[in-house]
Each structure stands twice: as structure tokens, then as C-alpha cells.
């Protein structure tokens, strides 16, 4: 995680987080902004791994992602919307592997005006199955 250390509450095991618990962390940078970390989900041994939500906000992005999380990053199937200085950018919903885009989904990008459909391979597109141009 590239956040410092934060608040945890939830179960634990051994000293680790472990089972249902939040993770909560924000600091401000040396440019004097406020960058924030959420995570609300499963835990296993001190690792997010399971189903869960995660917020990153930053001054001037925000990622919000929901769905499934193994070794700590996120893999499975699951949802992510990016914002850019409050509006909708992008949007990916389908499979992930080892923390990148990988397998079955679809991504709507907002600023450019497309969808692309099909296999990704991490994180770049493969074989997409439909192009639609002026998405909404």
C-alpha cells in the first residue's frame, strides 16, 4: 500500500487484521493537499483478500472500487469508476487478476466517448468485441 499508517477496526487474529474490519488512512502532502485512503471489507492475515470496497482519493482523482481482493490486490470479478476533478472518466466493470484488468469485462471511458468490450490482458485490451463511439 502506498499509504502510511492508518485506523483499523474490525477482527483480528494474532496481532493482524483478520476478517470483517475498515482501514482508514490520510496524510497531506508536500504540496499541502489531502490525499485519503478507505478500505471496508475482508481481511486475511493482515491482507485485503475477499470482497470488499476501496476509496482512493486524491486532490484531484478519485477510484473507487468494488469486488474481490486476493494476496492483497485486487483479483476476481469486480467494478471500478475513476473520477478527474469531479467528473466521470472511466468505468470498468468485469474480471481482475493479480491486481490488473485481466479476462472478461467492459470499460466505458467518459472524456473520450467510447466502450470497448471483450478480453483484457493486463490492463490493455486484447480482442473487444464491440467499439461504440458517443457513449453516454
Known amino acids: 500500500w502506498f499509504f502510511p499508517a492508518g485506523d483499523y477496526v ?4 494474532n496481532g493482524l487484521a483478520h476478517g470483517k474490519g475498515t482501514y482508514t488512512s490520510s496524510f497531506k502532502g508536500k504540496n499541502g493537499k489531502v490525499y485519503k485512503y478507505y478500505y471496508k471489507g475482508d481481511f486475511v492475515n493482515g491482507e485485503r483478500h475477499g470482497k470488499a470496497t476501496q476509496i482512493i482519493h486524491l486532490p484531484t482523482y478519485f477510484i473507487k472500487y468494488q469486488g ?3 494476496n492483497d490486490v485486487p483479483h476476481g470479478h469486480g467494478t471500478s469508476i475513476n473520477k478527474y476533478k469531479g ?12 491486481g490488473y484488468i485481466h479476462g472478461k469485462g467492459k470499460m466505458i471511458n467518459y472524456f473520450e466517448k467510447w466502450t470497448k468490450q471483450g ?18
Open 87 to 98: 467528473k466521470l472518466e472511466q468505468k470498468y466493470i468485469g474480471e481482475y487478476k493479480n
Open 68 to 70: 474481490g481482493f486476493k
Open 119 to 136: 478480453r483484457f490482458v493486463k490492463g490493455g485490451f486484447k480482442k473487444w468485441n464491440v467499439v461504440l463511439k458517443n457513449e453516454k
Open 10 to 13: 474490525g477482527q483480528m487474529k
